[in-house]
């Protein structure tokens, strides 16, 4: 674990150095996410195939939401580096296999770090992107657990430098006690250059 901390504040800093001395677009976001605990859940004890046909995808209602920022640096015409990090309030999802059920709610603290591969160089109104990462999930700063976010998103220019981005991921398990989920995510970015 503490390798995984030290190579997320590794890229973290990198990140940082990369921005100082580049002429390259960077940009900070509000996000807002949702968490599906069950969908992900019920996939990993079938098929994706299964739990579609049964029409038991999970509903927005049930999922987690989130709030956070996300900072994106331009590393190519092709390739934005980011950093997320995202809070949320809400109870440790019961079916982990060390879950303790708990009365009351606590602070659900995520970040990650990756990077977002575009389908198109350059400014497009809309460009398609996948997006890999690196990341740790805590729940009231004593559960921490690592995971790998992989997904696809959509960025669509706005005005003026924004843009409005719309992800989806699901967060591949890299420790024991990680609880997968499908993630949904909207974020809107202003430049900061």
Partial sequence: MKKLLFSLFALGLIISAQ???????????FRFNALDFGTAEKVQNGTIGSVLNAKKWGQYASTTKTFGVNYTSQYTNQVDIYSNLD????????????????????????FESGVNVKMF?????????VTAGLGIRSFAFRDYSAYAPVGLGLQIKTCKGSN??????????????????????????????
């Fill in 19 to 29: 921005a100082q001395d580049s002429k390259k677009k960077t940009s900070i976001a």
């Fill in 121 to 129: 160089k350059g400014d497009y109104m809309v460009n398609p992107y």
């Fill in 87 to 110: 809070l949320a309030v809400t109870r440790t999802p019961l079916y982990a296999p060390n879950a303790i059920t708990r009365s009351n709610e606590d602070l659900l603290t995520s």
């Fill in 164 to 193: 409005l981005n719309i992800t989806t991921t699901y967060s591949t398990k890299m420790s024991k006690s990680f609880v997968p989920s499908y993630n949904y995510g909207i974020s809107y970015s202003f430049p900061l250059n």
